[in-house]
């Protein structure tokens, strides 16, 4: 992997990670238009540079992660559904991974039902404070994003608005549990490489150590610019745009399948 394809890939990751768009989604296209071979360590980095994507979080709503336990408990609690599940179906998980088809259609069949979500929760409560009902509420609807092609920030915002939580508010606990769940999920596969009783895989890592910390910086800017525009645009303007989007983008990859182009999901 080239430095070039590595700040590419990781404008790519920071953009569409936290936006209802999919990242797996936007990885299979990025790839194939860049012509790269699927290979151990390409897999490695696009679970790596997640970590700067966490970090934009982090720096963005640095006071918010110091107010107070209960933030802390609340997360948890929203974290436990995918944590749990996650661990006992990984390798489920992993295959439906594999499918481009499953990807294509969630992301389109995802597309469909954005279109109606703003009509169907226009009206959040007045209370918008977030209790243990509302964050378990989310968490399920966190695993929903398992299948891959869903989006675990369509899955969570949609989650919070199905509670009464305002688009606003919604999206902004989505980033927040992202910070435990991307960061239990790329630490978990990091550790699995580290592990690996091929200690190539490993030496991999430390072999390209300058790739991944521009793919982490680039994806940590990125990042954090596609967060403060997606707040201000969901307030205003909802998720029509990203539905349509969405379809867009599924319909793409469900043409190329049927074109009999090899797509190779990351």
């Known amino acids: 992997m080239s ?6 890939l990781a404008i790519v990751e920071g953009i569409t990670e936290f936006l209802p768009v999919s990242s797996t989604g936007h990885m299979i296209i990025t790839e194939k238009l860049l012509g790269m071979e699927s290979t151990d360590f390409s897999k490695a980095f696009v679970v790596n540079i997640q970590f700067g994507a966490i970090l934009s979080v982090i720096v963005l709503y640095w006071k918010r992660f110091f107010q107070s336990f209960d933030f802390y408990l609340k997360l948890l609690i929203a974290f436990l559904p995918a944590a749990i599940i996650g661990f006992l179906a990984s390798d489920y998980i992993d295959e439906m991974l594999e499918s481009v088809f499953v990807v294509a259609t969630t992301l389109v069949l995802g597309g469909i039902l954005m279109l109606f979500v703003d009509k169907w929760f226009d009206k959040p409560d007045r209370n ?18 398992m299948i ?6 369509m899955a969570t915002i949609v989650g919070g608005m199905t509670t009464g939580l305002s688009r606003k508010t919604a999206a902004e606990f989505s980033f927040f549990l992202a910070v435990p769940t991307m960061a239990a999920a790329s630490g978990y596969k990091l550790l699995k490489l580290f592990l690996d ?16 910390i521009v793919g982490n910086i680039v994806a940590f800017i990125v ?9 201000e645009f969901l307030t205003k303007y909802g998720f029509k745009a990203f539905g349509y989007y969405r379809i867009v983008v599924g319909v793409i990859l469900l043409v190329l399948l049927g074109m009999g182009v090899d797509l190779q999901v990351v």
Request: proline share 5%; net charge positive; glycine share 4%.
């Open 223 to 231: 990042a954090m610019a596609a967060i403060k525009f997606f707040i």
């Open 3 to 8: 430095i070039l394809e590595a700040i590419i």
């Open 128 to 145: 918008q404070e977030m209790n243990w009902k509302r964050a378990l509420k989310i968490g399920f609807f966190q695993c929903i994003a």
């Open 197 to 212: 009783p091929d200690p190539a895989k490993a030496q991999m890592l430390s072999d390209n150590l300058s790739i991944l």
């Open 148 to 153: 891959p092609g869903v989006s675990r920030s």
